[in-house]
């Protein structure tokens, strides 16, 4: 059967396509729908990252990868994972469609939800995919997000997005081309924030340098060399330099940032904050990533009375 072999592929999945069709961004998690290619990616991708976890993945990850007790042989079930998330961090794993805008996944993470792609990566294309999938979303992320501290961080990061949603609507709104300018450029700099840290950061652990960053604990290829190759810069972390950084999705990243601690992280995302408010993230060098009509309006738009 068609629907059976096509499964719940990246890009390819009538289900998802679908859900967009209808405008559904949050959705469910139909694991009747996986295919058995879909669940033979999952094992060879797990059986292949593991060992790497081992030697570059931070401790707290791998406590988290324990604690949510992840089935190398099988595709998450989203209920299963929240069921050992929840009673640690309130954190909860949602299934989502597809893109969600800036403002809005932000603001998921301030309730601690974490928007997450149910769809998995073909089986010829384990190696590098520019769209989340399945295995970054719950492999990647969801075991950080049982330490207490880090997923404060995701919280506190929600909270700074709608601080930038109140100060957008404050703004005066009669040049739009102006304020614009100014809610870009703050998208921007939360953007680059996340990729830095959430994304691709890592941490000093004892003597040693560990990976917390998500984009890297979830690829096969990049998570060694971000550790150990001498092509990649590894600098200790200066918010006046990530904000201004831009960076590129489709190749290795040649410029990783160092936080000390989880503690020093969350410090960061309130300093984020203050410049927030002194105007300090409303010129930020422009570059990538570029401002996304959609991402725009979800900070103006937001509802932020709550
Ligand atoms: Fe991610």
Known sequence: MATVDIGLTTTKAPFIENAQQNGDMFIHQPYELYSDENQETWRRLYARI???WESYANSKFMDGVDNLMLDPQSVPRLADVNKYLQPLTAFEAKAVAGYVPAYIFFDCLRQRQFPTTITIREGNKLDYLPEPDIFHDIAGHVPMHTDKRFADVLVRFGE???TAALRAQQLNQSDLAARDKI????????????????E???MKQGSELKVYGSGLLSSLAEIQHSIESPQVQR???RLEWVINQYFEIDHFQELLFIVDSFDHLFDLVDQLESWLHEGKLDNTAGGEPRANP???SSFLNAKVDD
Do not use: C, H, Q
């Not at 809610?183 to 959430?198: K, P």
């Open 50 to 52: 593991r060992p790497l």
């Open 183 to 198: 809610v870009e450029s703050n998208i921007r700099a939360m953007a680059r924030f996340f990729w830095y840290t959430i």
């Open 294 to 296: 959609e991402d725009l």
């Open 200 to 202: 691709f950061g890592l």
């Open 235 to 237: 600098y200790p972390i």
């Open 160 to 162: 700074v997005a709608k």
